[in-house]
T-cell receptor, first 115, second 111 residues
Framework: DAGVIQSPRHEVTEMGQEVTLRCKPISGHDYLFWYRQTMMRGLELLIYFNNNVPIDDSGMPEDRFSAKMPNASFSTLKIQPSEPRDSAVYFC?????????????FGAGSRLTVL | RKEVEQDPGPFNVPEGATVAFNCTYSNSASQSFFWYRQDCRKEPKLLMSVYSSGNEDGRFTAQLNRASQYISLLIRDSKLSDSATYLCVVNTGTGRRALTFGSGTRLQVQP
């Protein structure tokens, strides 16, 4: 299995621009998570999905952030408009219910820099 | 108070040393506990689960103390390759699948 695939790996953009991060979970996994990591705040959960349905989006910082999962093999995290404080590494992770509760497999991350 | 707290370190130890990390969690209803390892500029990876009775995986031993709400990780005979950040991870809600990560403890094993 190729694991969790994220793109882009690096993105540099200017304040005000729209940013779209993409994630392909491991085939067959029924949970998908978006986390953000910064030096100051560590790893923070933004949102997670179960069978493509958003379950908890309480970690989404504000309305500028949105996430979708149109099918079992694809999810996006969108920031519009982006701000310098959004600079972070964004990780997508997936897991399978019953395969060891809460064992997450992470993607390599998308490093976002907003100038 | 943070849900999961760890000493950020760094812990600088020589090869062959034994080193221990502790982590405290605030929600007494927490049910699942893990240690993840994160190498510099890489993604976190599961190191081991933590069971109530304590568990061992090679040179690594994890223990849980529910009464005091802390978990620990002991690494024996440290190797250079153990240098990484160790993340304490807790499931903090009944039926909630998402994990809460501590900020991590950095370990640097020196030759």
């Amino acid at each position: 299995d190729a694991g969790v695939i994220q793109s882009p790996r690096h993105e540099v953009t200017e304040m005000g621009q729209e940013v779209t991060l993409r994630c392909k979970p491991i085939s067959g996994h029924d949970y998908l998570f978006w986390y953000r990591q910064t030096m100051m705040r560590g790893l923070e959960l933004l949102i997670y999905f179960n069978n493509n349905v958003p379950i908890d989006d309480s970690g989404m910082p504000e309305d500028r952030f949105s996430a979708k999962m149109p099918n079992a093999s694809f999810s996006t995290l969108k920031i519009q408009p982006s701000e310098p404080r959004d600079s972070a590494v964004y990780f997508c992770a997936s897991s399978l219910l019953g395969a060891g509760a809460n064992v997450l497999t992470f993607g390599a991350g998308s490093r976002l820099t907003v100038l | 108070r943070k849900e999961v707290e760890q000493d950020p370190g760094p812990f600088n130890v020589p090869e062959g040393a034994t080193v221990a990390f502790n982590c405290t969690y605030s929600n007494s209803a927490s049910q699942s506990f893990f240690w993840y390892r994160q190498d510099c500029r890489k993604e976190p990876k599961l190191l081991m689960s933590v069971y109530s009775s304590g568990n061992e995986d090679g040179r690594f031993t994890a223990q849980l103390n529910r009464a005091s709400q802390y978990i620990s990780l002991l690494i024996r005979d440290s190797k250079l390759s153990d240098s990484a950040t160790y993340l304490c991870v807790v499931n903090t809600g009944t039926g909630r699948r998402a994990l809460t990560f501590g900020s991590g403890t950095r370990l640097q094993v020196q030759p």
